[in-house]
């Protein structure tokens, strides 16, 4: 028989993905009995990142500046735009230090059954960005699903009335991927897009 | 490159039993793309848990209030205690509605190595309740572990010199339980145990 405050936390514990009510039980019980110092910096850096993280003006990434530190830096291509979905696929690029240019976060993809238009994604601020003409070449990273498809293909038509170069991320057999494993889709554009040697 | 107080938050999480780096970070990003909300409501409802939430004076298990709901409740029969380890044990034998009694919690085990001694588990206020007089019966629910039955045999003599009636979970077979998968421990807790029919 839970007190109530014990029943809220344990509530609000759930909203975060990958948790359960077991688990919710579990992390609220274990934060009370054995980690409250703990609880308490989790709630003031819940708090502090809520009010004070908002979006990069020019890139729409995540950062508690006014511009992130990606597009403020003077060692990044300004001219060099990697479009991607979510802010944690810049995490993923910026790990693999292929990328040197600067990037743009969608914070999403089209998809007009869920009413998510070109305005939602901030291509109203991109389209302003390609017409001003600093950048001269448009890689898109969107993921390859129906919708992020869409996506590029908007943004690829932008880019080209703006009369920027478009690029599209290679599609093919992954690194280490065996073909026996490999789904037909991904084997078809392997095909497709087959390099002479 | 996420920001510092995305780091900071990202690091807070990873303090939840669980919850390594990538779901951490898939915490942080849901919470701040998509249920600020959601995030503020967590953060209070800790905040609130850890200022409030405390031990029963009675039995010990968590509660904003003086005294918990069971210890207070004229409907539990305050002759009967179980003696448990810990707030979720409570909660197991609550979901089942077997027990009318009261509870104990110790808050952990005995456990010399790591310097846990009968006051850490509160064997001081059990010990003056047993000798009150109100209780009649201690049942024993610790673990079926080294540390839980070290625990529960400390208690039992110390019910014993207090002149109050002691028993033990049975220990045996679970229902369900197939021969073939049982553990030769409790296999050999099961024929000891065994009852004529």
Redesign the interface.
Known sequence: ??????N??V???R????VGPK?A?????????R??K?????????????E??GNCAKCRD????EV???CSSPRRLQHELCVVE???D??VI?QSGIFKGVYFVL?GHLSPIDGIGPQDLGLDILKARLVEGEITEVILATNPTVEGEATAHYIQQMAKDAGVAVSRLAQGIPMGGELEYIDSGTLSQAFAGRKTV
Do not use: H
Not at 15 to 18: A, F, K, Q, S, V
Not at 25 to 33: D, F, G, H, I, K
Not at 38 to 44: F, N, P, Q, R, V
């Open positions: 028989m839970p007190s109530p405050l014990i809220s936390l509530e609000a514990l909203i975060l993905p990958g688990s039980q579990r992390m609220a019980y274990y934060v009370l009995e980690n409250r703990g609880g308490d910096k989790l709630a003031y850096a819940l708090q502090q990142a809520i004070k993280v995540l950062t508690e500046a992130c530190g990606i979510n802010p944690t810049v995490t910026e914070m």
